[in-house]
């Protein structure tokens, strides 16, 4: 996050506007003090807005008036993504307004990662073939073209006589049987994001594909691999497992695992910073996500918890929270504060595999109401760790 000193006085009007990467919807602008009239900060980049500052300040108004020095905090709402974006900071300390200075250029290998789920690039086959959903369309077909062959260059296991006909059926949603096929997906859209990131493409629907080769991985299964060196080993173990029969313990569980940690990678989780997600609407996501989750809760040998996104989020007044234990443990599910503080205990004891939900109203484990604003929700199994961020209204 980024924090722009601002100040006030009787200066002239200037636009202070947030363009950190991470929060890029998101933006203030302000006017400065005159006289006794107080200073107007105003966001822009949403349809709703969430102001927070200095001896509890909060508002819930586009526009503000600011008479006390400090920093201040806005979270945009998005009516399009569906998401809040944020927080935008801004440190009012009472001098001149000033505009910060441009950015420094951001070097490819520094961007957060952006990764697209497999959804995204099988819409972008389907749409593209059609050419009559623009509104559906995330990809151009020569857009998908270029990216099929890059992915058909770098892997030795795909080798395909026309590059965009096979990345594509590669793309296919698989039976949920299809191991086999269910982790070759998964494998070609890690492929496919790096591919984009690598061609600096912008996408038709304009949303942001980046990937680092060198990402550490988090996940328990290939923790601390370079994105990388877990590609070329992948690339080569489904070589290698190419004649073996469906049948096939270990080559099954192989199979799961590749699809595992292709997921998780694709979904953005155990790689580090990364940008938003819009909101999931299309069936192909959905069917993505949820046939993961069961998998995950079935894979042989793993042990932790994959958590859902809340819903609602942002809330009011409740919101359900969801995740899969993938085998019986101990599990802690906590809500924090944005400084890390403990403010509710969800869950904390032995529970059984499966599909769990809580609900949390916005209060403190002694009752007490919470007030508007960001919290993450943090669980653990053992030594792994998950986290989402959840922003309640009032």
Known sequence: MRRIPVSLSLATFAVVAMTATAQAQCGITGSPLIGTTPANLCGTGGTQYMWEGPNGFSAMTQCVGITQAGEYSLYAFDGNSGMWFGPCLINVTGELIEPPPPPPPVANDTLINCPRAAWFWTRGCRVSDRGNDRAKQTMSAEQITAVASAVDQRSQFFGWADARSGFCTAMR??????????????????????????????????????????????????????????????????????????????????????????????????????????????????????????????????????????????????????????????????????????????????????????????????????????????????????????????
């Open 173 to 394: 949603t698989s039976g949920s049987n299809d191991l086999r096929g269910r982790a070759v997906r998964q494998f070609a859209a890690v492929l496919a994001n790096l591919a984009a990131s690598e061609m600096k493409l912008v996408p038709v629907d304009g949303r942001e594909v980046h990937l680092r080769d060198n990402t550490v991985l988090a996940s328990d299964v290939a923790r601390g691999m370079e994105l990388s060196d877990w590609v070329a080993a992948t690339d080569a173990e489904l070589t290698s497992l190419s004649a073996a029969p469906g049948t096939d313990r270990n080559a099954r569980k192989a199979y799961q695992r590749i699809r595992r940690v292709g997921w998780m990678i694709n979904h953005g989780m155990g790689i580090g910073e990364v940008c938003p997600r819009g909101a999931s609407t299309s069936a192909e996501e959905r069917d993505d996500d949820e046939s993961m989750a069961m998998a995950l809760a079935s894979d042989e040998g793993m042990s932790g918890i994959v958590m859902e996104s809340a819903m609602p989020n942002p809330f009011r007044d409740q919101t359900r929270i969801a995740y899969t234990m993938q085998q019986a443990g101990e599990v802690e599910l906590n809500v924090l504060d944005l400084s890390g503080r403990l403010v509710k205990t969800l869950v904390r004891g032995a529970q059984s595999a499966g599909r769990h939900e809580m609900s949390w109203d916005g209060r403190t484990d002694s009752g007490q109401s919470l007030p508007a604003g960001a919290y993450f929700v943090h669980g653990r199994v053992g030594e792994q760790r998950v986290q989402g961020r959840i922003v309640m209204i009032r």
